[in-house]
């Protein structure tokens, strides 16, 4: 009996992981292995190993001969029947022979090979081990820096943290305990390659699984997560039961939950968000704090236009687009946000351009005569498109085109005209009083001295009258506004010319 050999079988299968049935294959190849270097490398070589006592006997065949003539594989008869009793010339039979009756070399032999057996048999060992731990949170510590790689000791083996794979502005000692997830497994002429990571998004669904209860028992599912390493992070969750606040029991009380993970990651923002299979509603919440005012979707293209107040662009985005960015890897989609003021522009253009394509000749246009036609392309107005953006005012400037005139102009051409976009729903102070300035000297010398509190009450009297009573609103306005029939003007001039050339001007009809 061995009962030594037992042991250090026993050791070795502990320490290093390798199966009981690896460690016997090894042995019995390392004492082939020596067999041949004693007795020649053609031999049919058998060895049996009873791994209860450690006992192990070698095995060769040999042929029964008269005369021997090759000792590695011929025995003489005389030979041959001291191992068997009923031996005959010709017949082939097995020789026991004891390990120690090996050379020096032999047993050299066989002590390398059964070292290389028990290397790669350990080798293959870790590699099935963190093979099947792949995706796992993991310890480990810092044992040194190559180049911009960091070698983190996981105990049975070494793990490779790439550059790409550390955290920015993260900086690691020797013997930082620091946490990982196990990220790829890669076997290598040596030992197997570990690659661990730090700043994939999984890193941070891990980190919840470990803190907040509810997400390792499968009540709170994270359903995605968006992460710029370093910066900040965005989850998506939800509950599987209604009776349990998804968002509240990833945060925790006074928010102890997610602080044990932002002190994990060195101070990386997270945000929880409570996850919609409705794609406007997901994105909106992904958005936050920003306030949505419309979302438009493009199903086939996975495009998602949003639109936002001038004032809420800026949150939206976030800092250098981040905000936009982990929104639009949380949900998958394209994401392109436009300010309110934008878009109604581009509405405006786009109106404008199919009315340019649709707009009529002026000449067809009820209510302007062919004079009246002939003197406004001349002056430049050749289609209804041409009016855009101008008033009566404007067209008064064309010789012979009165006040009146250029007043049934803009009716008759206003129905042709895309609406106009409002953009501003309140005046400023500096507003209003640069409007009473802009009257111009023509105006009476009472409207330009209103003051300031009449004129402001004038139009909160007007504003509240205009959502009751229209008589109401008429008799608030402010007395320098009211129109008096016949009241002379910077009128006047234009409606005594018109009045006196109906021919040209075309007023006739």
């Known amino acids: 009996m061995n009962l030594h050999l037992v042991d250090i079988m026993r050791q070795i299968e502990r320490s290093r992981k390798v199966d009981r049935e690896v460690l016997i294959q090894a042995i019995e190849a390392a004492l082939i292995s020596a067999s041949r270097k004693n007795h020649g490398s053609a031999q049919d070589i058998r060895v049996v190993f009873n791994p209860e006592t450690g006992d192990l006997v070698v095995y060769l065949k040999k042929t029964v001969v008269k005369e021997v003539q090759d000792t590695w594989n011929e025995i003489s008869l005389e030979e041959g ?175 102890s939950r997610i602080q044990s993970i932002v002190r994990e990651i060195h101070g990386e923002k997270i945000d929880v968000i409570l996850f919609s299979e409705n794609t406007e509603t997901l994105l909106a919440s992904a958005l936050q704090p920003a306030r949505i005012t419309q979302i438009d979707l493009v199903e086939a293209e996975k495009r998602a236009t949003v639109i936002v107040k001038d004032d809420q662009l800026a949150l939206a985005i976030g800092k250098s687009g981040q905000n936009v960015r982990l929104a639009s890897k949380l949900i998958g989609w394209k994401v392109d946000i436009v300010s309110l003021s934008k878009n109604q522009e581009e509405m405006r253009k786009r109106a404008e351009e199919a009315f340019l394509k649709t707009a009529p000749a002026l000449e067809k246009v009820p209510g302007i005569s062919a004079n009246l036609a002939k003197r406004l392309i001349e002056a430049g107005y050749a289609t209804v498109a041409a009016f855009l953006g101008v008033d009566a005012a404007k067209l008064t400037e064309i010789p012979g085109i009165g006040a009146k005139t250029a007043e049934k102009i803009v009716l008759a051409v206003q129905s042709y005209l895309p609406e106009p976009v409002q953009e501003k729903t309140e005046q400023t102070a500096a507003e209003l009083f640069a409007g009473l300035e802009d009257t111009g000297d023509t105006a009476p010398k009472a409207e330009k001295e209103v003051k300031a509190g009449e004129l402001f009450a004038g139009l909160d009297r007007a504003g509240s009258a205009s959502e009751n009573d229209p008589a109401e609103a008429e008799a608030s306005r402010p007395e320098g506004d009211v129109e008096t029939p016949g009241r002379a003007g910077p009128e006047t001039e234009n409606n005594d010319e018109d009045q006196a050339k109906p021919a040209e001007g075309g007023e006739a009809e």
């Open 81 to 255: 029947l001291r191992s068997k009793r009923d031996a005959q010339v010709g017949e082939v039979i097995e020789i026991s022979m004891l390990p120690s009756e090996f050379g020096r070399i032999a047993a050299q032999t066989a002590k390398q090979v059964m070292l290389q057996r028990v290397r790669e048999a350990e080798r293959n060992a870790i590699f099935e081990e963190f093979k099947k731990r792949q995706g796992e949170l993991i310890n480990g510590a810092v044992l040194r820096q190559e180049h911009k790689n960091i070698i983190i000791d996981l105990g049975d083996t070494e793990a490779l943290l790439p550059g790409r794979e550390q955290v920015p502005r993260e900086f690691y000692k020797t013997g930082d305990r620091i946490k990982t997830i196990i990220l790829d497994v890669r076997r290598t002429s040596r030992a197997p390659q570990v690659v661990v990571s730090r700043s994939h998004p999984d890193m941070i669904r891990k980190l919840f699984e470990m803190e907040v209860p509810e997400v390792s028992d499968g009540v709170v599912e994270i359903q995605t997560v968006a992460r710029e390493a370093g910066a900040r992070s965005k989850v998506a969750v939800i509950s599987k039961d209604k009776n349990v606040d998804p968002v509240g029991a990833c945060v925790g009380i006074k928010g």
